[in-house]
């Protein structure tokens, strides 16, 4: 991990590559389960700090003009780190994030229509990309930078978009109990879930009672016998942990292709271990 | 992947090219594009297969940078989401023995973030020998700026990868399928996956929102250096392109353009080409024109096989 930092303080999702905010963020918090090299995390956190933009946001690479919804993920890093102005931009910005399905002129369209089954734009998730729709990656992880800045109570309103935002997610359960990228039903069709986003989804709602999630909870660890990825196992295993499950994986190792993968197993196993950083 | 190429270069390519695409569009002057059509099966007879189409085509890749562009959609042991490793392997082999200086394979799935673990389910690392090192995630590339100049959709500008930036040629290697929101997914559409997820998500919803036949034909538009092959041995119908039934076919068809091997594609499928909007927007209605498209090899008829079509889709039917 620390053989593939950017001299510029950053990480790449793969060697070779230029510094990215999301490998970067990942990179960090893994570094910071072991307390990891000081100089290293050092600069990592001065390329975040470097990076951020004018409107309080992140985006995915330094020659982006826009910021994305890795916003959320820089927001998951300690705010002592990242400085407290800095961060409570960041929150801003967050909290003026919403799908564009929610807006008042696409309600209304559906409304004409006879479309989204009640669904769409009901709740309030977080995009990828500003203007586009809600979707489960995003929502996910914009609630838990939510629910760390909330600690601090930085601004109104948090509480209640928080518990939107799970809304979100809980109207977004597939038949088969876990999460897909976005809607369980496309066009009449139930969408299958994946694990990436089931364990992010109940990563999310690690406040709720079991009891509302005892579905969801199966199957997530049903997906992890039969996972077919280091990724998708590892956010399986953040978001179990997150309910005091252990989730048993398949009997393969899977290979860690990239950074942000790598990153996300580090942080996966000292959630086994008890020390769930995205929770911190 | 960066190959030295600047933000600067990639505008004055696409730009020009864009031009040259929109002027060849205005007078009609373009010659009559060649289309062809073989029998194919996904055994070792593949690999003499695609050779002899790069040749009859007279694809010239003499110390190019090619990126072969396949379609890979959802984790399936079987043949009908992704395109198949044995033809993805057989365009390697060939464009290297037509002397390309470096051939890259690379893809941004819409929807799944875990590229490589799709590849190795689909059974690329099984049949491709160092398929990691060839590899490039497009999802996860370095990304730089285009201006899109004359956008059919609502987009100025849009962020590319670098790998797609810099390649003299893109092949776009296909599924033939059904699609539930486009009714077609062939060689034009598979360029959706050229459009990074790091920078637009998963899926890249901002282009549903720009129109996705609008984006389709700004993405043709803007890498105009392009070959297709389309994986038709067994293809996808129904309510494509995951949740669809496989449809054995039985063949490839390839070409230098994309509108007319899309084309022949729908007549093979029994899909009135001018209904699929992205391919109108393209290339226009003439261009479309069975009578304005070569053929080699097999005839439609020959070869055609209605596939089934959502309610949604019916009126697409030839």
Same mark, same amino acid.
């Given at each position: 991990m620390r053989s593939l930092q950017n001299p510029d303080g950053g990480w790449p999702y793969r060697k070779g590559g230029g510094s990215s905010t999301e490998p970067t963020v990942l990179a960090f918090l893994a570094q910071s389960v072991d307390q990891g090299d000081p100089q290293s995390i050092e600069r990592g956190m001065a390329w975040l700090r470097a990076t951020q933009r004018q409107d309080g946001?992140? %985006? %995915?690479? %330094?020659? !982006?003009?826009?910021?994305?919804? @890795?916003?959320?993920? !820089?927001? &998951? !890093?300690?705010?002592?780190?990242?400085? @407290?102005?800095?961060?409570?931009?960041?929150?801003?910005? &967050?909290?003026?994030?919403t799908?564009?399905?929610?807006?008042?002129?696409?309600k209304l369209r559906n409304e004409l229509l006879g479309e989204g089954g009640g669904v769409i734009g009901k709740h309030e998730g977080w995009p990828f990309f500003p203007g586009a729709a809600a979707w489960v990656t995003p929502s996910a992880i914009s609630i838990l930078a939510l629910e760390k800045a909330r600690r601090y109570q930085m601004a109104g309103g948090i509480q209640q978009r928080i518990e939107i935002g799970q809304q979100f997610l809980i109207d977004r359960i597939c038949q088969d109990g876990g999460w897909n990228y976005g809607r369980a039903n496309v066009l009449g069709v139930e969408a299958d879930s994946y694990p990436e986003t089931t364990g992010q989804a109940l990563l999310a709602l690690h406040g709720l009672p079991p009891a509302k999630l005892e579905k969801p909870l199966a199957a997530a660890q049903a997906q992890a016998r039969r996972c077919q990825s280091a990724e998708g196992l590892s956010w399986l295993q953040l978001g179990l942990q997150a309910h005091g499950i252990t989730a048993a994986g398949p009997a393969r190792v899977f290979p860690h292709r990239h950074v942000a993968d790598t990153s996300l197993g580090i942080l996966a196993q000292a959630a086994l271990r008890g020390r769930n950083l995205f929770l911190e | 992947m960066n190959h030295g190429m600047t933000r600067r270069d990639f505008l004055a390519?696409?730009?020009?090219?864009?031009?040259?695409?929109?002027?060849?569009l205005v007078s009609g002057r373009q010659p009559q594009p060649r289309v062809s059509i073989v029998r194919a099966a996904y055994t070792q007879a593949i690999y003499d297969t695609v050779r002899r189409l790069l040749v009859e085509h007279r694809v010239d890749v003499r110390g190019k940078r090619v990126v072969i562009k396949p379609n890979l959609v959802e984790f399936d042991p079987g043949t009908t989401i992704n395109t198949h490793p044995m033809l993805v392997h057989a365009a390697l082999e060939g464009f290297r023995a037509m002397g390309a200086a470096d051939v890259r394979i690379a893809e941004g799935p819409g929807h799944r973030r875990v590229t490589m673990d799709l590849a190795d389910a689909a059974g690329y690392f099984e049949t491709i020998p160092r398929f990691e090192d060839l590899f490039i995630d497009l999802n996860l590339d370095d990304v730089s700026q285009v201006l899109l100049r004359d956008p059919f959709s609502r987009l100025n500008s849009m962020y590319f990868p670098n790998t797609a930036l810099a390649a003299d040629l893109l092949v776009s290697l296909p599924k033939m399928k059904t699609h539930h929101w486009v009714g077609a997914t062939l060689s034009m559409k598979n360029f959706f996956g050229l459009v990074p997820g790091s920078v637009y998500g998963w899926p890249k919803n901002v282009l549903h929102w720009a129109g996705i036949d609008e984006c389709i034909a700004d993405l043709h538009a803007t890498f105009p250096r392009h070959f297709a092959i389309v994986d038709g041995v067994v293809g996808m119908e129904g309510n494509g392109p995951i949740q669809g039934k496989p449809k054995p076919v039985g063949v490839l068809v390839a070409g230098k353009d994309m509108a007319a091997v899309d084309a022949t594609c729908c007549r093979i499928m029994k899909i009135k080409p001018s209904a699929i909007r992205y391919l109108l927007l393209a290339a226009g209605p003439r261009q479309l024109d069975e009578a304005n498209i070569l053929q080699i090899g097999e005839t439609i008829p020959h070869v055609q096989t209605p596939f089934g079509l959502i309610e949604e889709w019916q009126n697409i039917r030839l």
């Amino acid at each position: 991990m620390r053989s593939l930092q950017n001299p510029d303080g950053g990480w790449p999702y793969r060697k070779g590559g230029g510094s990215s905010t999301e490998p970067t963020v990942l990179a960090f918090l893994a570094q910071s389960v072991d307390q990891g090299d000081p100089q290293s995390i050092e600069r990592g956190m001065a390329w975040l700090r470097a990076t951020q933009r004018q409107d309080g946001g992140w %985006p %995915p690479q %330094p020659q !982006v003009s826009q910021s994305t919804w @890795v916003t959320a993920l !820089v927001a &998951l !890093v300690s705010r002592d780190a990242l400085g @407290v102005s800095r961060h409570a931009r960041a929150i801003d910005w &967050l909290m003026g994030q919403t799908g564009r399905e929610a807006s008042l002129a696409y309600k209304l369209r559906n409304e004409l229509l006879g479309e989204g089954g009640g669904v769409i734009g009901k709740h309030e998730g977080w995009p990828f990309f500003p203007g586009a729709a809600a979707w489960v990656t995003p929502s996910a992880i914009s609630i838990l930078a939510l629910e760390k800045a909330r600690r601090y109570q930085m601004a109104g309103g948090i509480q209640q978009r928080i518990e939107i935002g799970q809304q979100f997610l809980i109207d977004r359960i597939c038949q088969d109990g876990g999460w897909n990228y976005g809607r369980a039903n496309v066009l009449g069709v139930e969408a299958d879930s994946y694990p990436e986003t089931t364990g992010q989804a109940l990563l999310a709602l690690h406040g709720l009672p079991p009891a509302k999630l005892e579905k969801p909870l199966a199957a997530a660890q049903a997906q992890a016998r039969r996972c077919q990825s280091a990724e998708g196992l590892s956010w399986l295993q953040l978001g179990l942990q997150a309910h005091g499950i252990t989730a048993a994986g398949p009997a393969r190792v899977f290979p860690h292709r990239h950074v942000a993968d790598t990153s996300l197993g580090i942080l996966a196993q000292a959630a086994l271990r008890g020390r769930n950083l995205f929770l911190e | 992947m960066n190959h030295g190429m600047t933000r600067r270069d990639f505008l004055a390519v696409s730009a020009g090219s864009l031009a040259l695409t929109r002027c060849s569009l205005v007078s009609g002057r373009q010659p009559q594009p060649r289309v062809s059509i073989v029998r194919a099966a996904y055994t070792q007879a593949i690999y003499d297969t695609v050779r002899r189409l790069l040749v009859e085509h007279r694809v010239d890749v003499r110390g190019k940078r090619v990126v072969i562009k396949p379609n890979l959609v959802e984790f399936d042991p079987g043949t009908t989401i992704n395109t198949h490793p044995m033809l993805v392997h057989a365009a390697l082999e060939g464009f290297r023995a037509m002397g390309a200086a470096d051939v890259r394979i690379a893809e941004g799935p819409g929807h799944r973030r875990v590229t490589m673990d799709l590849a190795d389910a689909a059974g690329y690392f099984e049949t491709i020998p160092r398929f990691e090192d060839l590899f490039i995630d497009l999802n996860l590339d370095d990304v730089s700026q285009v201006l899109l100049r004359d956008p059919f959709s609502r987009l100025n500008s849009m962020y590319f990868p670098n790998t797609a930036l810099a390649a003299d040629l893109l092949v776009s290697l296909p599924k033939m399928k059904t699609h539930h929101w486009v009714g077609a997914t062939l060689s034009m559409k598979n360029f959706f996956g050229l459009v990074p997820g790091s920078v637009y998500g998963w899926p890249k919803n901002v282009l549903h929102w720009a129109g996705i036949d609008e984006c389709i034909a700004d993405l043709h538009a803007t890498f105009p250096r392009h070959f297709a092959i389309v994986d038709g041995v067994v293809g996808m119908e129904g309510n494509g392109p995951i949740q669809g039934k496989p449809k054995p076919v039985g063949v490839l068809v390839a070409g230098k353009d994309m509108a007319a091997v899309d084309a022949t594609c729908c007549r093979i499928m029994k899909i009135k080409p001018s209904a699929i909007r992205y391919l109108l927007l393209a290339a226009g209605p003439r261009q479309l024109d069975e009578a304005n498209i070569l053929q080699i090899g097999e005839t439609i008829p020959h070869v055609q096989t209605p596939f089934g079509l959502i309610e949604e889709w019916q009126n697409i039917r030839l």
